[in-house]
């Protein structure tokens, strides 16, 4: 990587929620493959009232700021107080969500703003707060062309990059054909990501008599109800602390299943693919059609159990086919992914910084409720929400 990025550079500035999941990754990723001689800024930003599972990740080599809020505060305090921890110096602000956005609104800032669009959360905050936004990044081919199609007065500004990972040193090991076909979902554990699928796609193997273990890595806020739902004593849970024993458990699975029903450029897909894993997943545009073909895995309709079944046991039944596929695997997250070569691109593009500026047009579009009208007092609106939390919290008498 070339180390001038990092000397011209005045500040780069990360805003990352304290979130479990693969914006939280792919932030970490290119954080962690930086110029040596850049030190950014790390905004953490944490809602006490979010119930996504927390990341609570350390950012080394980076400054860290922390901006905790919750679903009491003044909607209009709380942006300010996220406005005070932005650097007063010219650099790069890369932004995720829906928080920085709305104070970048409100609040002028000097730098040159970065949104990373995701998926179709982010398309809607391009298009809402489009006008703040100087660079925008795709990771995936889908969420190019609809921005293009959405601001194409901005086409010279969109950018696709995807983003990678590192290399893992493990790579999963061939079963022997009697043995059975190891399974593995790795993701957060609610609704979206297809987990109440699984069971149904379970019994249909069973029903077939294909004999199959199941490995569910993940946590959530219905982890509990999956495992209530799923009565087999052939699934095992399992909640590691670190991404190296994440990579470690995977290598010992040869199918990644996800059911999933709204994604990006998923960060496992990635991750699984590259120790071997053949991954069954839904057919999504983006990330997983950049990324997945008949060449290296299958795709089976959203919602479609039987299909995924079906190339499962056509896996089970060809295990030369699941090596092929296995190789090929390894071979394009080597070829497109590794996150060497893709964090470059990317430091790249905030280095051109001075390049991108323009002046803010600030618009101050609505936000929140009644009470985060800045007439009122924000002492007024806490203590007014705090009530009524806690009457909706107190149980009825009789």
């Not at 990723?29 to 009232?49: A, F, G, T, Y």
């Not at 929140?368 to 705090?386: A, Q």
Request: hydrophobic fraction near 35%; glycine fraction near 6%; proline fraction near 5%.
């Amino acid at each position: 990587m070339d180390e001038t990025i990092g000397s011209i550079m005045n500040q780069l500035t990360f805003f990352i929620d304290d979130k479990l999941g693969g914006v939280t990754s792919l932030n970490f990723n290119l954080i962690k493959k930086k110029p040596q001689n850049l030190r950014p800024l790390v905004i953490h930003i944490d809602n006490r009232h979010d119930k996504m599972t927390r990341a609570g990740i350390d950012y080394p080599g980076c400054d860290q700021r922390y901006f905790i809020t919750d679903d009491h505060e003044h909607r209009m305090n709380a942006l300010k107080r996220l406005h005070k921890l932005v650097p007063e110096n010219p650099g790069a602000l890369i932004l995720n969500y829906g928080t920085e956005m709305t104070m970048l609104d409100h609040f002028p800032v000097l730098q040159t703003t970065y949104q990373l669009v995701h998926d179709d959360y982010n398309l809607n905050l391009a298009k809402k707060y489009g006008h703040l936004i100087d660079v925008f990044i795709c990771h995936n081919t889908h969420m190019q062309k609809r921005l293009l199609e959405i601001l194409p007065n901005k086409s010279n500004r969109i950018f696709y990059l995807p983003h990678g990972i590192e290399l893992p040193s493990r790579y999963r090991e061939a079963q022997a054909p009697e043995k059975p076909l190891r399974l593995l979902f790795l993701g957060r554990m609610n609704r979206s990501k297809g987990i109440f699928d699984l069971p149904q796609i379970d019994e249909i193997l069973r029903n077939n008599k294909v004999n199959v273990e199941w490995g569910c890595i993940g946590a959530g806020p219905e982890l509990q109800s999956l495992k209530d739902s799923w009565k087999n004593d052939k699934v095992r849970y399992f909640s590691p602390e670190t991404n190296a024993e994440v990579m470690d458990l995977i290598s010992s699975y040869d199918v990644f299943v996800l059911p999933t029903k709204f994604e990006g450029s998923p960060v496992s897909l990635l991750e699984t693919m590259a120790v071997g894993l053949v991954p069954v997943i839904s057919k999504l545009e983006g990330g997983i059609t950049d990324i997945v073909d008949s060449s290296v895995g299958f795709t089976p309709g959203v919602n479609d159990n039987q299909t995924f079944a079906e190339s499962i046991i056509k896996l089970d039944n060809d295990r030369n086919l699941l090596e092929t596929l296995s190789k090929r695997c390894r071979n394009v997250i080597i070829e497109k992914f590794d996150l060497s070569k893709t964090a470059e691109k990317y430091h790249e593009l905030f280095g051109r910084y001075e390049e991108f500026y323009t002046q803010k047009i600030i618009q101050r579009k609505r936000t929140g409720f009644r009470l985060d009208h800045p007439m009122i007092p924000s002492i007024f609106t806490k203590t007014i929400r705090k009530n009524l939390a806690f009457l909706k919290n107190t149980p009825k008498k009789g």
